[in-house]
T-cell receptor, first 114, second 116 residues
Framework: SAVISQKPSRDICQRGTSLTIQCQVDSQVTMMFWYRQQPGQSLTLIATANQGSEATYESGFVIDKFPISRPNLTFSTLTVSNMSPEDSSIYLC???????????FGPGTRLTVT | GENVGLHLPTLSVQEGDNSIINCAYSNSASDYFIWYKQESGKGPQFIIDIRSNMDKRQGQRVTVLLNKTVKHLSLQIAATQPGDSAVYFCAELVGMFSGGYNKLIFGAGTRLAVHP
């Protein structure tokens, strides 16, 4: 299975600012995904990060609020823009390889917005 | 620690007992299901999967049962250990991309608390 790291592991930010979260994988992967997990809740898919093209966003999530980059097959970033306290969540990166339906998750980034 | 699972339903069991965690899924067209385990401060970890053409699959100390008639999935953990304490999520795979790649829809989750 792929080894996934995320930076930062946690951060406390002021409202109105932006934070960029990095996801690094130790091998080339086809698909990378970004999830949000609000306190005490399940995981919700934000978007799928496609290498060489724009990300595909789920209903309720927009590019202006959550811009995503995928410059190569081992790295992606998610930016949480113009943050408000409602954005306080754990943000998780996951990857899958080819038609391998298993998704492997990173450790997550815990964001608190004050 | 992280408050993952703070507001989720909790299943409390004694160490050594068997645990059964249940999940209802929504999409009758889903043909692949996964159980994940999430420990405090960590990302979800794959436990076991099952395809819709099966009704049971066994792993090491875990068994997943699938009832497509009522769209119900369960995870059975034998001889539950303190290390099994975590939040457990079921997820169904929903087709999305023409290239054959899919997305996961996660269930609400259940917190398993194992007492010595």
């Amino acid at each position: 299975s792929a080894v996934i790291s995320q930076k930062p592991s946690r951060d406390i930010c002021q409202r109105g600012t932006s934070l960029t979260i990095q996801c690094q994988v130790d091998s080339q992967v086809t698909m990378m995904f970004w999830y949000r997990q609000q306190p005490g809740q399940s995981l919700t898919l934000i978007a799928t990060a496609n290498q060489g093209s724009e990300a595909t966003y789920e209903s309720g999530f927009v590019i202006d609020k959550f811009p995503i980059s995928r410059p190569n097959l081992t790295f992606s970033t998610l930016t949480v823009s113009n943050m408000s306290p409602e954005d306080s969540s754990i943000y998780l990166c996951s990857v899958s390889q080819g038609r391998d339906y298993e998704q492997y998750f990173g450790p997550g980034t815990r964001l608190t917005v004050t | 620690g992280e408050n993952v699972g703070l507001h989720l339903p909790t299943l409390s069991v004694q160490e050594g007992d068997n645990s059964i965690i249940n999940c209802a899924y929504s999409n009758s067209a889903s043909d692949y299901f996964i159980w994940y385990k999430q420990e405090s401060g960590k990302g979800p970890q794959f436990i076991i999967d099952i395809r819709s053409n099966m009704d049971k699959r066994q792993g090491q100390r875990v068994t997943v049962l699938l009832n497509k008639t009522v769209k119900h999935l369960s995870l059975q953990i034998a001889a539950t250990q303190p290390g099994d304490s975590a939040v457990y999520f079921c997820a169904e795979l929903v087709g999305m991309f023409s290239g054959g790649y899919n997305k996961l829809i996660f269930g609400a989750g259940t917190r398993l608390a194992v007492h010595p």
